[in-house]
């Protein structure tokens, strides 16, 4: 008899309808954009829910954790990706985008706390101090600014994760937040973001890591896999990064995304599924299913 199907929560899904919501990168190509994700001009227009569904028909779907995905209207994407939830033959939580320096921040984040499947919040800090078209930021210095960090600590009052998306030559900056925000969950994006890929980069990217794996207030998020490696990477080149970052966090606090549908533009679903599979095939039972369903379900509170 064949073996039961992968029961999954996917941890990094991007569902979005380009004639609802405007995302300027899809209709104008974006230096930055194409400088993080690579060539993405196949990119469709439109990615609704049952087109991920179906790229992912080999597999159990338990969940999806929708990611924002660069609106020019933060508020009205994540009040469309509410009404996606609700109406959803899958389970939903929603990562909605933040400014911590927005001077309505406090506004947002009550407008947020009304959609009830929205349980985490994200800002893009990637900045490469070499590569100009790699700067994500507004600024190379926020996760030092003190009015940045006071932003952050406004989410004490409310239930929400937190994603700070960085590069690796970032983490140490990235470490001293989490340290100072005990109380905040923060989730560590795309392994930490190496941009180094050399001996020496993987021993920097190591220490970095295994300093913030010791902070229980973070949890790593294993998607993307095609933006540090090339769209044509392979299982051999990325284990000793994976496998070192589930070394580091274990496997209570590791999880699996797909990032559909850019991974689309690279293996695809099936078979960065089928790499992940492989890369713990040696783990147990119930640690496997942490890491592909449990870890997310309940991290971001899916419902």
């Known amino acids: 008899m064949p073996g039961k199907p992968l029961r999954i929560v996917d ?10 919501n405007r995302h300027l990168f899809l209709e104008e190509k974006d230096d930055v954009f194409e400088a993080l994700v690579g060539d993405y001009s196949a990119l469709p227009k439109k990615y609704p829910l049952q087109s991920y569904l179906n790229d992912g028909k080999s597999y159990q779907i338990e ?19 509410q009404r996606l939830a609700e109406t959803s ?6 990562v909605a985008l933040v400014d911590f320096l927005d001077p309505r921040l406090e506004e947002r984040l009550d407008i947020y706390r009304s959609l009830p499947n929205v349980t985490a919040v994200r800002e893009h800090l990637a900045w490469d101090v070499v590569n100009p078209r790699k700067r994500f930021a507004k600024r190379a210095d926020l996760l030092s600014d003190p009015a940045w960090r006071n932003g952050v600590a406004r989410l004490r009052g409310h239930d929400f994760k937190c994603g700070l998306e960085v590069f690796a030559p970032q983490l140490p900056d990235l470490l001293k937040v989490v340290r100072l925000y005990p109380d905040v969950g923060f989730t560590l994006a795309v392994l930490g973001w190496p941009i180094d890929l050399s001996p020496a980069g ?16 973070v949890c790593a998020s294993i998607s993307a896999v095609e933006c540090i490696f090339g769209m044509q990477w392979t299982l051999e080149q990325v284990s000793p990064w994976i496998r070192s970052l589930i070394e580091m966090f274990g496997p209570n606090r ?14 695809g679903f099936e078979r960065t599924y089928t790499a992940y599979q492989e890369l713990v095939a040696d783990f147990s039972e119930s640690e496997r299913d942490r890491m592909f369903r449990g870890v997310a379900h309940d991290w971001f509170r899916v419902r």
């Open 11 to 20: 941890a990094h899904v991007h569902v979005y309808d380009a004639d609802v």
């Open 63 to 81: 969940g999806i954790i929708w990611h924002e995905y660069l609106s020019n209207d933060a508020i009205k994407e994540a009040q469309w990706a």
């Open 89 to 94: 033959m899958v389970p939903v939580a929603i």
């Open 202 to 217: 993987f021993m920097r990217w190591r220490k970095d890591v295994a300093e913030l794996s010791r902070c229980e207030n």
């Open 254 to 267: 590791c999880m699996f995304g797909s990032h559909m549908p850019i991974a689309a533009l690279s293996v």
